[in-house]
């Protein structure tokens, strides 16, 4: 970002050549692409920037951590806290929360 601000990148390829990806594969990455573009939800991953090229789909949003990075992390500091499973499940149940939640929007915009 022009502003330093962190983001993480996502990129997908949808050349022909990758033969690996059937083209409707292709196809739907294309399309989801633009409708993410104005999704806007609280519980949904915000849509900072992308591009769509002949040969990929690059999508730039708001930084984010890989799920078991985030859980080693939270481990960590839940026994530095001598906290231990308590707060490891009770960081669980807000996530699977937050995500029910993002999943019911889809939900009703017909997703």
Do not use: I
Not at 11 to 20: E, I, P
Not at 45 to 67: C, I, R, W, Y
Request: proline letters at 5%.
């Amino acid at each position: 970002r022009a502003d330093g601000a962190p983001v993480s990148v996502f990129r997908a390829d949808v050349t022909t050549a990758n033969s690996s990806v059937p083209p409707e594969v292709r196809e739907m990455v294309r399309r989801s692409f633009n409708r993410t573009k104005t999704l806007r939800h609280p519980r949904l991953l915000q849509f900072v920037e992308g591009s769509e090229g002949e040969k990929d789909v690059v999508v730039v949003t708001e930084p984010v951590v890989p799920l078991l990075e985030y859980m080693q992390q939270l481990r960590e500091e839940a026994e530095l806290r001598e906290q231990g499973a308590e707060m490891v499940l009770s960081a669980v149940a807000w996530g699977l929360h937050c995500v029910l939640e993002g999943l019911q929007f889809l939900h009703s915009q017909h997703l």
